[in-house]
């Protein structure tokens, strides 16, 4: 049995100390892993607890992310709690087995610290792993804060788990902005934080015996379609609510609220900021700011990137003016992921709202709150023009002439 | 197999190996194995095959080496004597002739269409041991 470990009611932790101690918590049964800057300490804290007697559970030094991620699903598929962590060049090496992960349905926990991708080489916070993730059938969770970091993992084991669900789950924090920066969290005892993921309940486990299985099968022409749309119409219809009742239940035990979509000043809101990440805590100041100054500003957090809650951004974009989607990573060769599926998510709604781009932070450039308050400048213009009166897309904080597209 | 549509299979791309449960399967011969429509028992991959092995049980010794060594368990053993081959599903590998430790093998390799007759008649002798030595030299 493991030791439970005493913890204050608020401790001094950065984003990778409050995801290992949630993964401590719930006592995952295997973690393998192959740790990569800057998610490493989320796996080495983990080792360390394994060690030192306070999970009963495996820790996998594996070769590469592309066998940490294939030795979780062979752990997921064999029946167990599993969960891994990882970064940018990582995790596109895991990428391959993150759509065998979601296409078999098994309910792993990856922690991604959100970093560039080189080259040129850069350890960094951007989105551009996360986005590289958006298509491989994964619940994708994102954290503004290490509060936001330890919650979270809760509600990814939850969902995850969930028979209706068998989902793998992706809980996102920004390099080194979350993951090295220390901050008061509230924590939960042990007790009461592995009460509310529950313990794991097996569904095809490989360890049941009396009921043999194959996973990883092949279907071509004849089946493939079938799975992927069973697949798909799991993640549309069953993962946004389940989502939903476990930030009710995570509420009833914690007082802290999370919704689908996090909308902030957005009641009366004229002029919006739609980012990820860090970039929401700072988006949410400057607007107070610009509110001072007469401009109705509101900001739109992120909170689940897949499954896309289309109808929930749509409902709270819908009174807006002008809108700028902020995406913290190159978009090599369109507009932002973002600015695609805001855009995507208004058109065929009564919105007259200007939308506009903003590429920033890539690298782990800072998105200062200057840089904020000239975005909110350029979304008033357009608000009062009722059209775009700058280029679609711009980039912001870059150094050299001024860069934007379309 | 039947053709189930996207809400008509579990999930996970898992397929089932026994309808319902199982308790000691091991102990339980092939033939009676309540195998599901999903496991390939029922399968021929026989055509996959380009050449086949043949058994000669004048020679065998009942080592069981072609049969824990035969990667699609096609090696039919009874009470620990091999019987035969499962043609529906070996592919013609040839690790069994390759295990098989007697003199002359008791399992050898022939073309698909050979037939069992002619061949065993065909088998060869068994080889001098000074004569295997300089082979092997």
């Known amino acids: 049995m493991a030791d439970t470990m005493e913890l204050r009611d608020i401790e001094v932790w950065d984003g990778n100390m409050a995801a290992s101690h949630a993964l401590r918590q719930v006592q995952v049964d295997v973690v393998a892993a192959y740790p990569i800057t800057p998610s490493t300490p989320i796996v080495e804290n983990y080792a360390g607890f394994t060690a030192n007697g306070y999970v009963d559970g495996e820790f996998v030094m594996t070769e590469s992310e592309h066998g940490a991620m294939s030795c979780c699903i062979g752990a997921a598929a064999a029946g167990g709690r599993v969960a891994t962590a990882t970064s940018s060049q990582g995790f596109a090496l895991m990428v391959e087995t993150l759509y065998s992960a979601s296409g078999m349905r098994l309910p792993i926990v990856l922690n991604v610290v959100n970093r560039a991708i080189g080259a040129p080489l850069n350890v960094n916070g951007d989105h551009s792993d996360m986005y590289m993730g958006r298509d491989s059938g994964w619940i994708q969770l994102d954290s503004y804060c290490p509060q936001n970091a330890y919650d979270l993992n809760f509600i990814a084991f939850k969902v995850s788990e969930d028979h209706d669900v068998r989902l793998p789950a992706m809980v996102h924090q920004d390099g080194f902005m979350t993951s090295h920066t220390a901050q008061g969290v509230h924590t939960l005892t042990d007790e009461a934080a592995f009460n509310f993921v529950g313990v794991y309940q097996p569904m095809n486990d490989m360890l049941d015996l009396d009921h043999p299985v194959t996973h990883g099968v092949q279907t071509e022409e004849d089946w493939h379609f079938e799975h992927k749309a069973r697949q798909q119409h799991a993640l549309m219809t069953a993962v946004l609510p389940k989502i939903q009742a476990a930030f009710d239940d995570f509420e009833k035990l914690t007082g802290r609220k999370y919704n689908l979509v996090e909308a902030y000043d957005m009641e009366d809101a004229e002029v919006a900021v739609v980012c990820m990440g860090t970039s929401v805590e700072t988006a949410r100041e400057v607007a107070e700011e610009m509110r001072a100054q007469g401009i109705k500003a509101g900001v739109v957090g992120i909170r689940v990137f897949r499954p896309w809650p289309l109808e929930q951004i749509a409902a709270v974009l819908k009174d807006v003016k002008a809108i700028a989607a902020l995406d913290r990573s190159s978009p090599h060769g369109t507009v932002g992921a973002l600015y695609n599926e805001i855009s995507g998510t208004l058109f065929n709604t009564d919105t007259k709202a200007v939308l506009t781009n903003y590429i920033y932070g890539l690298g782990g450039r800072d998105l200062t709150k200057a840089h904020l308050v000239s975005i909110f400048t350029d979304l008033k213009a357009n608000a009062d023009a009722g059209k775009v009166t700058t280029p679609l897309q711009q980039y912001i904080g870059l150094r050299g002439p001024k860069l934007s597209f379309f | ?137």
């Open chain 2, 1 to 137: 197999m039947e053709k189930k549509g996207w809400d008509g299979f579990e999930i996970g791309a898992m397929l089932r190996s026994f309808d319902g449960a199982t308790r000691d399967i091991a102990t339980t011969l092939p033939e009676n194995r309540p195998y599901s429509v999903s496991n390939s028992f029922t399968a021929s991959v026989a055509d996959w095959r380009i050449e086949k092995p043949l058994f000669n049980k004048d020679y065998c010794i009942d080592c069981q080496f072609c049969w824990v060594y035969c990667p699609d368990m096609s090696i039919i053993a009874r009470d620990k004597k091999m019987i035969g081959i499962d043609f529906d599903h070996c592919k013609g590998c040839g690790i069994c002739v390759e295990v098989c430790p007697t003199n002359p093998k008791s399992l050898l390799m022939f073309p698909e269409q050979k037939d069992e007759e002619t061949a065993l008649a065909e088998w060869p002798k068994k080889e001098k041991k000074a004569d295997t030595e300089e082979k092997e030299d």
